[in-house]
């Protein structure tokens, strides 16, 4: 994929599509994971998660069919 696509694909304000005072970003089925934007990714209704680190040249994905009891512990 070219740079210039993937860069379309980014999290971005939604003033164009939302309104000139929207505060939501979003990409193309992506979002920020972290306060810092130093991650994007997607969530699933399931919490399942994908996280991709830029910076890091880093995937984490972690799937699961609900919650669970260790949720808490390790989706963070």
């Given at each position: 994929?070219?740079?210039?696509?993937?860069?379309?694909?980014?999290?971005?304000?939604?003033?164009?599509?939302?309104?000139?005072?929207a505060?939501?970003?979003w990409?193309?089925?992506?979002?920020?994971?972290?306060?810092?934007?130093?991650?994007?990714?997607?969530?699933?209704?399931?919490?399942?998660?994908f996280h991709?680190?830029?910076?890091?040249?880093?995937?984490?994905t972690?799937?699961r069919?609900?919650?669970?009891?260790?949720?808490d512990?390790y989706?963070?």
């Amino acid at each position: 994929m070219r740079e210039e696509t993937f860069a379309q694909q980014l999290p971005h304000l939604l003033t164009k599509e939302l309104s000139p005072t929207a505060i939501k970003e979003w990409g193309i089925g992506l979002s920020y994971m972290n306060d810092e934007k130093t991650a994007i990714g997607h969530g699933a209704a399931s919490l399942s998660t994908f996280h991709f680190y830029p910076s890091q040249n880093l995937v984490v994905t972690m799937t699961r069919n609900n919650a669970g009891k260790n949720f808490d512990k390790y989706h963070p």
